[in-house]
């Protein structure tokens, strides 16, 4: 599951060739759980999923792009009968296979079956202890079947990280839910905070604001340190950051800083029905490319649009307090989708540590608004406005 | 056939060894901390982030050559 060893981390070179290193793909929107979180709205699988032929010459045309893995994603991965066939074929073309996945029913012996077939990584979704876990992912005893994953992973030798959303609720949790995870045999522990698209806006409450980095991400750092005493390494990400007082800490040592948005320079992200993005959480009405269906990834990937917005590394789009940082060059408003997801537009990004603690010297602080919600299709956005306040005595 | 796509790479930050953030290479003063990025602080040496920024360092010598050798 790392990206730390050498033949995955992206190079300067991938950087200049564009080559997608990484693919994350959506096999289908299938899913056994209602997260409120969820950005694409899961549940019932797309109405024109790519055919198991489809999907095997998918893998072949990314293989030849250059890509170096696949992580299979979904709804829930597993629930499409054929997962393991593509599994086997992601191995098959040279290309190393994770998947990411809420665990829930997922057997033993599937387990088994994967491992076999050449998975090398399964990232399981925890977002809290098990009363809020259960609550997020809306089905009792989901909790519980994530650590039996867990567990059997152990068993089974197969490298297994966590993946946890932080919701506004999380964050007192977060030490002990460190714990129980190091307990269960996990290596990698990736945070990501939970963005405003989907379901996480018709529930905007779990929203963290962004003023509450100057309390999650001092905890981060202590968690940091308490988790390699413990074997557990905590990987901030795309959405955790930006530079401040602990970027050092858990992007130096290996990768040095935060280098901007990889989205369609060395991602790719595809829906189950064949759409392509430069990341697989990008709204699919501002960022979808069209589909693998009607025209080559190479050539989509080459020329399209919707994919070239990261490549020139250009400053044209943004706005707000980040067309003034420091950073703005290298940083570019962080993660195009939490941006994109909360203004309909990138390129200003209130979520960003550095940007909380400048703005904290002056006494002030901002927090995200909910003024339109979202519609009802998969990775469908609202809108937020963006509130600029006096820090209050309390908090100070 | 369709030319292959190309980008660019972003430009390259360093730590100030006074206050171990991130400024970008030959800033002559730190704008986080005002001291001089180059001058090893206290913190900078104590968290061991020298072998760090070393090892860092030539990645990065490695990365370009790499990168341009093909050129």
Not at chain 1, 247 to 259: N, Q, T
């Amino acid at each position: 599951m790392s990206d730390d060893s050498p033949r995955l981390r992206v190079s300067l070179r991938d950087q200049l060739d564009c080559v997608p290193v990484y693919v994350v793909w959506e096999i289908t929107l299938g899913c056994n759980l209602k997260c409120l979180h969820c950005g694409s709205r899961a549940g019932h699988k797309r109405a024109a999923e790519l055919t198991t032929a489809e999907c095997l010459d998918v893998i072949g045309q990314l293989a030849e792009l250059g890509a170096r893995e696949i992580s299979l994603i979904g709804g829930e991965a597993f629930v499409r009968k054929d997962w393991l066939t593509l599994v086997r074929a992601v191995r098959a073309a040279g290309m190393d296979c994770t998947m990411q996945t809420g665990a829930y029913k997922l057997s033993a012996a599937m387990l088994e079956a994967a491992a076999e077939a050449g998975l090398q990584g399964l990232g399981v979704s925890i977002d809290g202890l098990q009363p809020l876990h259960d609550h997020l992912r809306g089905v009792p005893g989901s909790y519980a079947e994530a650590l039996r994953v867990l567990d059997a992973c152990r068993s089974l030798g197969l490298i297994a990280s966590v993946n946890t959303q932080i919701t506004a609720t999380v964050m007192p949790q977060l030490p002990t839910l460190m714990e129980v995870i190091a307990d269960a045999g996990a290596k990698y522990w990736q945070v990501q905070l939970t963005v405003a698209m989907g379901n996480a806006v018709d529930h905007d409450e779990i929203l963290l604001q962004p003023y509450d980095l100057a309390t999650l991400m001092p905890l981060l750092a202590r968690l940091h340190a308490r988790g390699l005493q413990r074997d557990l390494l905590l990987l901030p990400g795309n959405n955790i950051g930006y530079f401040g007082p602990y970027d050092a800490l858990w992007r130096g040592p290996d990768r040095g800083h935060y280098p901007g948005c990889p989205a369609g320079q060395n991602v790719i992200g595809l829906e189950a029905d064949g759409t392509l993005k430069g990341c697989p959480s990008l709204a699919t009405e501002r960022y979808g490319a069209g589909s693998v269906r009607d025209t080559p990834i190479a050539e989509l990937w080459a020329s399209h649009p919707a994919l070239q917005f990261n490549r020139e590394r250009g400053v044209a789009d943004l706005w707000g307090h980040c067309a003034s940082c420091y950073y703005a060059e290298v940083c570019r408003g962080g993660c195009t989708w939490t941006a994109d997801s909360l203004f309909g537009r990138r390129g200003n990004n209130p979520y960003c540590h550095h940007r909380v603690l400048k703005l904290a010297e002056r006494g002030v602080r901002e927090r995200v608004v909910k003024v339109e919600e979202a519609g009802d299709t998969p990775f469908a956005t609202g809108l937020f406005a963006l509130v600029e306040e006096p820090i209050p005595a309390a908090a100070r | 056939m369709t030319a292959p796509a190309r980008g660019r790479a972003p430009s390259t930050l360093v730590l100030c060894r006074q206050c171990v953030e991130y400024v970008f290479e030959g800033e002559a003063v730190c704008p986080h901390c005002g001291g001089d990025p180059c001058q090893a602080g206290a913190r900078y040496l104590a968290a061991g982030y020298a072998p760090i920024e070393a090892m860092n360092r030539l990645d990065r010598a490695l990365d370009r050559r790499a990168a341009f050798a093909a050129d």
